[in-house]
């Protein structure tokens, strides 16, 4: 009789919940025997699911495809809304019908697997490109524009250039078709490629900042108004890297600026 250990190795080459592997361990009454059924069952189910929700997510591309593009670029900016730094855009293009375990809205990824995920990415992807614009651009411009800055930045270090671009809420001046998605970075792959590759990009740039100013707890809350932040502000004061266009910051320069 097989040694659980032996039966669990087997169940590991299982790829299908028909598989008759599973009709005849079942006849095995033993009860460590049915767990690894019971858990084996479970890990294929979770890839079936995943591997639908990737499907999914891949409906704009093979629309795109069907067209006959194929070098499509996701484009998507993390750091719109904090007091400090830069807002930083990513554009990427994955190769056709790209599937990355685990690739969803930077926002749902759990911080623990930002970096396994953006290096599945940069492993795969077939260009990436990285636009920053610091906070004086954001004051001179506003953000909105800024934005739109680093996105054109982004998907001009793209090399082929895209055919098409997918992108998150924005449309760009630019002489390439695309398509504006609304919540693109959880419904686009590509885009989701994009979030990723941001917003690991802008992490490391405010974990730099925070070893460059510290006091303001940069490296957990990457320019967020957090209390620790804010508490940082009232104690240090003002650093080059803060959004002088943005509130409370505007207030504080104004008010300093009165004494």
Same mark, same amino acid.
């Given at each position: 009789?097989?040694?659980?250990?032996?039966?669990?190795?087997?169940l590991?080459?299982?790829?299908?919940?028909e598989?008759?592997?599973?009709?005849?361990?079942?006849?095995?009454?033993?009860s460590?025997v049915? #767990? *690894?059924?019971? =858990?084996?069952?479970?890990?294929?189910? $979770?890839e079936? +699911? !995943?591997?639908? &929700?990737l499907?999914?997510?891949?409906?704009?591309? #093979? *629309?795109?495809? =069907?067209?006959?593009l194929?070098?499509? $670029?996701?484009? +998507? !900016?993390?750091? &719109?809304?904090?007091?400090?730094?830069?807002?930083?855009?990513?554009?990427?293009?994955?190769?056709?019908?790209c599937?990355?375990?685990?690739?969803?809205?930077?926002?749902?990824?759990?911080?623990?697997?930002?970096?396994?995920?953006?290096?599945?990415?940069?492993?795969?992807?077939?260009?990436?490109?990285?636009?920053i614009?610091?906070?004086?651009?954001?004051?001179?411009?506003?953000?909105?524009?800024?934005?739109?800055?680093?996105?054109?930045?982004?998907?001009s270090?793209?090399?082929?250039?895209?055919e098409?671009?997918?992108?998150d809420a924005?449309?760009?001046?630019?002489?390439i078709?695309?398509?504006?998605?609304?919540?693109?970075?959880?419904?686009?792959?590509?885009?989701?490629?994009?979030?990723?590759v941001?917003?690991?990009?802008?992490d490391?740039?405010?974990?730099?900042?925070?070893?460059?100013?510290?006091?303001?707890?940069?490296?957990?809350?990457?320019?967020?108004?957090?209390?620790k932040?804010?508490?940082?502000?009232?104690?240090?004061?003002?650093?080059?890297?803060?959004?002088?266009?943005?509130?409370?910051?505007?207030?504080?320069?104004?008010?300093?600026?009165?004494?």
């Open positions: 009789m097989a040694t659980i250990k032996e039966i669990k190795e087997l590991a080459t299982v790829t299908e919940l598989s008759p592997v599973f009709l005849e361990l079942e006849k095995d009454s033993r460590g049915q #767990k *690894e059924i019971g =858990k084996r069952k479970k890990a294929i189910q $979770a079936l +699911d !995943e591997d639908l &929700r499907e999914a997510m891949l409906s704009y591309e #093979k *629309e795109l495809y =069907k067209q006959g194929t070098l499509i $670029a996701g484009v +998507d !900016e993390v750091g &719109r809304g904090p007091l400090a730094g830069p807002v930083v855009a990513a554009a990427v293009i994955l190769p056709q019908n599937k990355i375990q685990g690739l969803n809205d930077s926002k749902k990824i759990p911080k623990k697997k930002h970096l396994e995920i953006f290096q599945a990415v940069q492993d795969q992807a077939l260009s990436i490109g990285i636009g614009m610091d906070n004086h651009v954001i004051d001179k411009v506003n953000i909105y524009e800024a934005t739109k800055l680093a996105m054109k930045e982004a998907v270090q793209l090399e082929p250039q895209p098409h671009l997918l992108i924005m449309k760009l001046e630019l002489p078709s695309q398509t504006s998605i609304i919540k693109g970075d959880a419904n686009s792959l590509s885009i989701a490629a994009a979030s990723i941001a917003k690991v990009a802008r490391k740039i405010m974990a730099n900042y925070d070893q460059e100013f510290p006091g303001y707890d940069f490296g957990q809350n990457a320019g967020y108004g957090t209390a932040h804010l508490e940082g502000i009232d104690k240090h004061g003002i650093t080059p890297i803060h959004r002088t266009s943005f509130e409370p910051i505007k207030t504080i320069v104004s008010e300093t600026s009165k004494r």
